[in-house]
């Protein structure tokens, strides 16, 4: 036996490595968590990315002083461009705030909530995982500087990934292209939603698209909010490739926005909020205060000015104030207010601020948003009533 | 450390100065795994695997060469974001075979460097392959044909890069 053991000594000791990382990686499957190979990850993390980082920064450096003071060719010329660019982008910026404003204003109304990104963290990428099947990136920022695991990370273009593992100074970011990544996903235009996965040749693919649904070359893809990770509306990328297969789902391949290959700089959003958004003119409003305006009542009453009654003022902000000529308006059967009266039907005076049609539905909304305006359950209002049959 | 014969013919047997022999798998890993974000093609080498096999055949010891690609593969492990052992037991295998391959072959020329290499990145990855998706159930891919090319970029780095090496050996 001991002769055997001495002639296949090398066998012996390769059996017995080979049986101890075997034996390594059953404990790793076995455990979810990253508890069970935390320390080995750590020593190796410290040991490798402090050169990456001294390297970046040397870098940064030598390449800070060649390109802001001695490289300096077609600066001009740039800043030309940029300006006219500004000047572009201040003309679209006053059309979409407008837009924005009014989609502000009705998500209030329905008391959506969306998710706002409140605060990011500059990071910069310092290194790679070595290895062509494992898509994930190190960071210069870790657990000291605020960063927590899954957090999302995202560049100007669009997203990168989520953060895997924090350590003291650094992070482990996984990309979108990893086969192990999964981001709720939606396409923009057909509001078809399915989840984005990478794959092992770095690819990335949307899937749990049915086949019977049309996905068009181009279309841009954003984040759903689905995965609790990205927040909702962040670009993903756009459709590269729609290959029908036989089987039940597309097969859609994307683009990244973002270029994950060639990454530098990228955010961390390290805190995000969930509230209904803001309205500048709007602030807090209690329920009464809507319904106030909302329900049919006495219209206020003009506000005084100094002008003589014999040059009216048609301005449109004081023209809604005015009181108009009241309309008849036959009440609804169950109503409480349509009594009947000596065969007289009582006349109502509608406001002037707001049409009758506009009346809804104004309940407490279990969720804990305030109020919630829903789409009127009655009939619409009817024709006046005729004259010739009063009871 | 013995020195081996074979076929009548004195095989050197080389070691290496503790530094050395620490350092440069260390600079190795260290680049696989910064160069790829500033030079994306750099992914298709994979240098920790190739001084694995120059040491593993300089040594001409197969206990030191096993020992030698578990603990640089282990190292990269570390790195990536899969279980610690995937590239530690692929590593651990070319380590074996390439001490044992220079036990009876003479290695020294690029011919034959060019084509043990290119035949040991192919079994790296096939071993890899089989512990990720037999052992661990990764969905990993395969593209052969991606791979075969891998290989043969390894192959032609690592007639430079042994020549380089080759200044740090020492006799035993």
């Avoid at chain 1, 092992?200 to 279309?219: N, R, Y």
């Avoid at chain 1, 509306?233 to 290959?243: F, Q, W």
Wanted: hydrophobic letters at 40%; glycine letters at 8%; one cysteine or more.
């Amino acid at each position: 036996m001991e002769n055997l053991l001495t002639r296949y000594r090398n066998v012996c000791i390769l059996a017995g490595v080979l049986f101890a990382q075997v034996l390594g990686l059953a404990i790793q499957v076995r455990r979810t968590g990253d508890e069970s190979s935390r320390l080995i990850r750590v020593w190796a993390v410290n040991l490798i990315t402090p050169l990456e980082k001294s390297i970046i920064w040397m870098q940064n450096g030598t390449g800070g002083v060649w390109q802001n003071y001695i490289y300096l060719r077609g600066v001009r010329q740039e800043n030309r461009d940029l300006k006219m660019e500004i000047e572009h982008l201040r003309l679209e910026r006053v059309r979409l705030s407008e837009d924005a404003e009014q989609a502000r204003r009705l998500q209030s109304l329905l008391g959506f909530k969306e998710q706002f990104i409140s605060k990011t963290l500059a990071a910069q990428v310092i290194g790679s995982s070595g290895s062509d099947l494992s898509h994930s990136v190190y960071i210069d920022k870790g657990s000291k500087d605020g960063v927590g695991q899954d957090m999302a990370v995202i560049t100007a273009e669009g997203i990168v990934g989520k953060v895997l593992r924090v350590y003291g100074t650094t992070s482990q970011v996984l990309l979108i292209n990893d086969p192990s990544s999964g981001v709720g996903a939606i396409l923009e235009k057909s509001r078809i939603q399915g989840v984005l996965r990478g794959t092992s040749a770095g690819q990335v693919m949307l899937d749990k698209i049915l086949s019977d649904e049309t996905v068009q070359p181009g279309e841009t893809l954003r984040t759903s909010g689905g995965d609790l990770v990205f927040p909702k509306g962040l670009p993903i990328g756009t459709v590269a490739k729609v290959n029908r297969t036989p089987e039940t789902f597309l097969s859609v391949q994307i683009k990244p926005a973002a270029n994950l290959s060639k990454l530098e700089e990228v955010l961390v959003v390290t805190q995000r909020e969930e509230r209904v958004p803001d309205v500048a003119d709007n602030g807090t409003q209690r329920a009464a205060d809507i319904l106030a305006r909302r329900l049919p009542s006495v219209p206020e009453k003009p506000p005084e000015t100094k002008t003589t009654p014999n040059t009216p003022k048609f301005d449109g902000a004081t023209d809604a104030a005015k009181p108009k000529p009241p309309a008849p308006v036959k009440p609804q059967e169950n109503s409480p207010n349509g009594t009947v009266a000596n065969g007289i039907m009582p006349i109502r005076k509608e406001p002037a601020s707001k049409p009758a049609q506009s009346v809804g539905k104004v309940s407490d909304d279990p969720s804990g948003q305030p109020f919630t305006v829903t789409k009127p359950e009655t009939a619409p209002a009817q024709p006046p009533p005729e004259q010739d049959n009063p009871r | 450390m013995p020195v081996t014969y074979t076929s009548n013919d004195q095989i050197e047997v080389y070691r290496f100065n503790l530094p050395v022999a620490i350092l440069v798998p260390l600079f190795a890993v260290f680049l696989q795994a910064f160069l790829p974000i500033r030079f994306p093609f750099f992914a298709i080498f994979d240098l920790p695997l190739l001084v694995t096999i120059f040491f593993a055949v300089a040594r001409r010891s197969q206990v030191s060469g096993l020992i030698t690609g578990a603990l640089i593969g282990l190292l990269q492990d570390s790195l990536s974001h899969q279980p610690i052992g995937l590239y530690g037991i692929s590593k651990t295998v070319v380590g074996y075979g390439a001490s044992s391959l220079g036990v009876k072959l003479d290695v020294e020329n690029a011919g034959t460097r060019l084509l043990m290499t290119f035949i040991f990145c192919v079994i790296h990855q096939f071993v890899y392959l089989v512990v990720a998706r037999g052992l661990v159930g990764l969905a990993v891919g395969t593209n052969w044909l991606h791979e075969l090319g891998s290989a043969s970029a390894n192959a032609v780095l690592a007639v430079a890069l042994f020549a380089v090496l080759d200044k740090f050996k020492q006799r035993a």
